[in-house]
């Protein structure tokens, strides 16, 4: 049986294998909380964006804030991935784990002169700006250095990504890139200054998307814009189309990345644009399917109105379900036929309600079994904290039967490592 999202995740009788690895059993020896990906999955799922893209000019630019394991970095680094970060701790991170910076988009709303400086100073290929007064910053920066900071401009197309409001980037009341009608002076006034090369443009819409015609929409939006722009006189290379396709949770069915791709780069030729360089900037879809969240069940407590199922990962682990009411699937490791399936509210240990990871799921399950939730492998460890004095769960790796640490358990003295007494 295979479940929702990735086949690289199936039963083999009852019990639950990622590659070649029966997910109980690393439980067992690593302990649990426990996330566990697959690099096999994760290539999988790179390789129809490098397929769509392969006969033209592209950089495919893996967004680290969906899982940012050096490990992880690492096996996109290898497989020839340039990096979307948004600060100067991704920065050091593509670093640490061998990445190329000048592969390298540094994006998001609020970059310190500090990481201005560090990205500029490491060579990154482009800064997203998302705003007049950043690109007057920004130019200051790399003129102090001596050099010129190569730049787009994050439009903001004012397309709705039909998602989570939380998730949601596009829209005019978010508080990313330059709106529509700004954008033109905003190049202009880029052109002009001393610090800055304009090099492209750049829009990113919202994340788990579904559909592929908020892309498009948001593609005519940046070609009307590239035309007026390149009619003013400021040649762009590269467009940015930003990240955001979403992944199979339950029953979403987005479009293949191939799928999408093809038809963005459909409409691009079709308006006469086929000669510049394509950017993505995808996060989940190449990682969210990849992973698991392994977590041991602590106790059941049947009730009258809810029957809870109390596990050792909770809200710190994994933040999804509390902060969006985002459902993520919930199977058991090893399938039970000795225990009768029931409707449980698989909740975690620490003091909210919002603590909970499934509601109303249908289980047979008893204390100790190791249940998997599902499409954990973007935005679970990258959001997980300390909440409750709770060390972050070990990260491990396979690949077939490969298994690797890729993260170890943090520990009770890491949590207060920087911490201190007063006299
Ligand atoms: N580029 C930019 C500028 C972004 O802000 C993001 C995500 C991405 C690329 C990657 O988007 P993706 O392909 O992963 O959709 N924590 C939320 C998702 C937040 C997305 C933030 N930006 C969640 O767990 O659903």
Redesign the pocket.
């Known amino acids: 049986m295979t479940l929702p999202g990735s086949p690289f995740l199936a039963y083999r009788g009852p019990d639950l294998f990622l590659d070649d690895v029966r997910l109980s059993g690393l439980v067992r020896e690593h302990g649990s909380p426990l996330y566990v990906y697959s690099r096999r999955a994760m290539l999988a799922a790179l390789a129809p964006y490098q397929k769509a893209l392969k006969d033209r000019a592209h950089l495919i630019?893996y967004?680290i804030?969906?899982n940012s394991n050096l490990a992880v970095l690492q096996t996109f680094a290898q497989a020839g991935c340039g990096f979307?970060i948004?600060s100067a701790g991704e920065l050091a991170r593509v670093q640490a784990a061998g990445g190329d910076t000048s592969k390298v988009v540094f994006?998001?709303v609020g970059k310190t002169r500090a990481e201005m400086k560090l990205g500029i100073e490491a060579g990154v290929r482009c800064f997203?700006v998302e705003s007049t007064a950043e690109l007057e910053v920004l130019s200051e920066v790399a003129s102090g250095l001596g050099r010129q900071a190569r730049v787009s401009v994050?439009v903001n197309p004012d397309v709705d990504a039909g998602t989570?409001p939380?998730?949601s980037?596009g829209l005019k009341g978010n508080k990313?890139g330059i709106a529509h009608e700004e954008a033109l002076a905003t190049y202009k006034r880029a052109a002009s200054l001393p610090g800055l090369d304009v090099v492209g443009i750049?829009c990113?819409i919202?994340?788990?998307?579904t559909e592929v015609a908020p892309y498009l929409d948001a593609l005519d939006r940046v070609l009307d814009l590239v035309e007026a722009i390149e009619a003013a006189g400021v040649t762009i290379h590269h467009m940015d189309l930003?990240?955001?396709?979403?992944i199979t949770y339950t029953d979403e069915t987005p479009p293949a990345a191939d799928v999408l791709i093809g038809q963005l780069l459909q409409r691009i030729d079709a308006r006469g644009h086929g000669h510049r360089e394509i950017l993505f900037?995808?996060?989940?879809?190449?990682?969210?399917n990849a992973g698991v969240l392994l977590t041991e069940v602590l106790f059941l407590k049947p009730g009258e109105q809810k029957n809870f199922c109390v596990v050792d990962a909770a809200m710190n682990d994994l933040?999804?379900p509390a902060?969006?009411e985002?459902y993520m699937g919930i199977v058991n490791a090893h399938q039970r036929a000795d225990a009768a399936q029931q409707v449980w509210d698989v909740v975690g240990p620490v003091c909210e309600s919002g603590d909970w990871l499934g509601r109303d799921r249908t289980l047979a399950v008893q204390a100790g079994d190791v249940l998997a939730v599902l499409s954990a492998g973007?935005?679970?460890m990258?959001?997980a904290s300390n909440y409750n004095t709770r060390g972050r769960a070990a990260e491990l790796m396979v690949d077939g039967d490969q298994v690797w640490v890729i993260r170890e358990r943090e520990t009770v003295s890491d949590l207060f490592r920087l911490e201190h007494r007063i006299a």
């Open positions: 630019c967004a804030k969906a979307d948004v994006s998001g997203n994050r989570h939380y998730i980037t990313f750049d990113h919202g994340s788990q998307i930003g990240g955001g396709l979403g900037e995808p996060g989940r879809s190449l990682v969210g933040m999804r902060l969006y985002a973007a935005y679970g990258t959001m």
